[in-house]
């Protein structure tokens, strides 16, 4: 398994191929570091599996500001959101895409937008990225790289890491049709 810097001039490309082919990735976000794969049920069955998570939890998309249609939302709540702090529960009326019914929870579904520009340009070369934090079921949610469990690291098909500091805190999560914080 290979090692990137994100400062790569190869990284996005490298990426981009990985994810195409249904591989699994590590990499950093604005808050903690990732592990991610896209919208193809095989490579999310596959990134449960190295966490060992339940296929009945719903994890994130981080997508493109695009993705997104019309919603009514709160100025501090919009603030955090565009900022790659805050991930929004929101209704499957409001995207512009289909997940997998896996991702799915009472026809919701969680949304992020990075603020992170390595994972936008990635999100804008290959499309919609599923992702969690790269941590197995409670354990804690990795802010270095050097925190990431080897047998995670083992497991994926490639992995990215920056020196950048992340906050080392995972994103809120904001339901929209309650209007509730829940993490």
């Known amino acids: 398994m290979k090692v990137i810097d994100i400062k790569s001039k190869d990284s996005i490309h490298d990426a981009a191929k990985v994810l195409k082919n249904s591989g699994i990735l590590v990499f950093p976000t604005d808050t903690v570091y990732g592990i991610g794969c896209l919208n193809k049920i095989a490579a999310i069955k596959k990134l449960y599996q190295i966490k060992n998570r339940l296929l009945s939890q719903p994890t994130t998309i981080l997508i493109d500001k695009d993705n997104l249609l019309d919603f009514n939302i709160s100025e501090n709540v919009k603030s955090s959101f565009y900022t790659g702090e805050t991930t929004l529960i929101v209704s499957r009326d409001l995207i512009n895409f289909k997940p997998c019914n896996i991702l799915l929870k009472n026809e919701k579904v969680g949304v992020r937008i990075p603020n992170n520009l390595w994972l936008r340009d990635l999100i804008r070369k290959v499309g919609l990225i599923v992702a969690s934090s790269a941590n197995k079921k409670g354990q804690p ?43």
Do not use: H, M
């Open 141 to 183: 949610t990795p802010g270095k790289f050097d925190e990431i469990d080897s047998e995670i690291i083992s497991q994926v098909d490639i992995a990215f890491r920056t020196d950048e500091k992340l906050s080392g805190k995972a994103s809120r999560v904001y339901d929209l049709e309650t209007k509730k914080y829940f993490r």
